[in-house]
């Protein structure tokens, strides 16, 4: 039953909500119960040997939705529940508010169990019970996910060997005449609605073409990168590359230029998780508590995706 205080906030929420809140249609779009039982397994309050009582595990996951969507640190994060009343409906009104030392715990809790992977999986079998399974072709692609390279300049490259107080397992790559500290979030996405089906993260300096996240009977998209290296992909369809004494004739440049323009399409939730999301650059320190940040960035906008492909069906 709802106290006095929460009574009110409900109230004056129908006020906001009538002036247009995408929280809602964003919490609207999945079934968050289905992950109350991949997550109770974190805590030891519910077996026999009892244990501290937690937070509702659907709290909690959704505090680290609220978090990517928004960009804001544990600290933020907590203090902006406290502040928006739209927040808190996303939660549910809850009792209690996650602190940061919580919030900082849950995704602790993550990275040391295989919670991470039956989460993301449930919410890719809810996007296929919603109608938007892989129908024609994937694109797979990755970006750097910055990190900060401690006393260093940020356009100094170093050995891998040089590690910094600041990013334990971080490396530095090159592309272009521009260096980048850090890691690589790898993405595999739905060419017709652009979502994202499959994460991984990696550190900055491991080629592109060593991950390969598709699986036989998918069509895959790539750019030059991957060029040479088969996919688990049933049909390839990466750009090809010129090399020493070979260029590329004509009809392999009418060939790049058809897979470009599906190609690039990928880059459209990077766009998203770095412009509004202000996903792009993180202060973690290993690339397990990286990969628990990929994930949820990746979490956070497949539900802004579905709320925009919804709306325009």
Known sequence: MDNFS?????????????????LSNISDSIDWERFRDLISPLYKDNKIDGGRPHLDEIVMIKTLVLQHLYGLSDYEIERNIYDRMSFRHFLGFPDTIPDRSTIWLFRERLINSNCLDLIWEELQHQIDNLGFGIHRGVIQDATFITTDPGHAKKDKPRGDEALTRR????????????????????????KEFMIIREVGTSTASLHDSQIDLTEPGQTVYRDKGYFGVKPNASMDKTMHRATRDHPLSCKEKRRNKAISRIRSLGELPYA??????????????????????????????????????????
């Open 6 to 22: 929460t009574y009110i906030f409900r109230e004056e929420y129908e006020k906001y909500k009538k002036l247009g809140d995408t």
């Open 167 to 190: 990013s334990k397992e971080g490396t530095w790559s090159k592309k272009g005449n521009n260096s980048y500290f850090g890691y690589k979030m790898h993405t595999l996405v739905d």
């Open 272 to 313: 998203v998780m770095k412009r509004i999301f202000k996903g792009g650059h993180v202060l973690v320190t290993t690339i397990e508590r990286v990969h628990v940040k990929n994930i949820f960035s990746c979490f956070s906008y497949n539900l802004y995706r579905l709320n925009s492909v919804q709306k325009a069906m």
